[in-house]
Nanobody, 126 residues
Framework: QVQLIESGGGLVQPGDSLRLACAASGRTFSSYSMHWFRQAPGKEREFVAA?????????SYTDSVKGRFTISRDNAKNTVYLQMNSLKPEDTAVYYCAAVFRSLLPKINPEDMTYWGKGTLVTVSS
């Protein structure tokens, strides 16, 4: 069993930056591929970014965040991060951390995730 707890959300202005963190319980964090999804009001949950358990696989991003968001992980701290720069109002959503065991390549379908956090709200507004 893996528990995921997100933090770092908040209210920011367009163009600002935020760093989300997702702390995981358990001793096998390094064996999980970690993902960030988001869900805006009235919309379906969508893939944002993923980082494999294997360092030979480069992180993946949805097109709308490429060049602005960076996903990273610190296995010693059992934590995955999402650095979000140049935030836009359309980035407003609840951001969820999710994990899947030993998935070499990213999975963009929320149904493929095994564990979920409860989410953290990011609001981008002037």
């Amino acid at each position: 069993q893996v528990q995921l707890i997100e933090s770092g959300g908040g209210l920011v202005q367009p163009g600002d930056s935020l760093r989300l963190a997702c702390a995981a319980s358990g001793r096998t964090f390094s064996s999980y591929s970690m993902h960030w999804f988001r869900q805006a009001p009235g919309k379906e949950r969508e893939f944002v970014a993923a980082i494999s358990y294997s360092s030979i696989v480069t992180p993946s991003y949805t097109d709308s965040v490429k060049g602005r968001f960076t996903i990273s992980r610190d296995n010693a701290k059992n934590t995955v991060y999402l650095q979000m720069n140049s935030l836009k109002p359309e980035d407003t959503a609840v951001y969820y951390c999710a994990a899947v065991f030993r998935s070499l390549l990213p999975k963009i379908n929320p149904e493929d995730m095994t564990y979920w956090g409860k989410g953290t709200l990011v609001t981008v507004s002037s």
